[in-house]
């Protein structure tokens, strides 16, 4: 898990990300299917961050899976913004419905805090998907990215 940390760590710094909190501090919650279902009622009626992610395969030989992060946010209430995801006017619906998506969330009450570590994880999800798109198109290869409704 340290090592994970110093991925993302090396990442951000990479990609000029600059975070006044440093997210590797926050407790997320371990991921979840993102179905309505019991799921949802088990997430905490508090202020936090929600990760959105898309489950895109599975390591050679292993169990792991392979995520793709396609959303941060800040919710005042980590539940009622869950369950909100599943509306009818919700650009995400169709995609948390495939059953690919997977959610996590970390509780953080301070809202200039929550603002910041929200802010600073959408620019280097940006920041990435942005360079990896650059490297493909210079590479030749097909471009293939998501784009985030942050």
């Not at 926050?26 to 299917?33: D, E």
């Not at 509306?87 to 997977?102: I, M, T, V, W």
């Not at 929550?114 to 490297?135: C, G, I």
């Amino acid at each position: 898990m340290e090592e994970l940390s110093r991925m993302v760590a090396a990442s951000m710094a990479r990609h000029g990300c600059d975070a006044t909190v440093d997210h590797r501090h926050l407790s997320w919650s371990p991921w979840f299917r993102c179905e309505l279902n019991e799921n949802l009622l088990r997430v905490p009626s508090t202020p936090g961050i929600v990760a959105l992610a898309e489950e895109v395969g599975a390591l050679a030989d292993s169990e792991n899976r392979v995520l793709a992060v396609f959303e941060f946010a800040e919710a005042n209430d980590l539940g009622a913004a869950l369950v909100q995801l599943f509306s009818p006017s919700s650009p995400q619906r169709e995609r948390l419905r495939s059953g690919r998506c997977l959610a996590r969330v970390a509780a953080v009450a301070d809202p200039a805090e929550r603002q910041a570590v929200a802010t600073a994880l959408r620019d280097w999800l940006h920041a990435s998907l942005n360079s990896e798109t650059e490297a493909e198109t210079e590479s030749g290869t097909k471009t293939k990215t998501r784009s985030s409704a942050a």
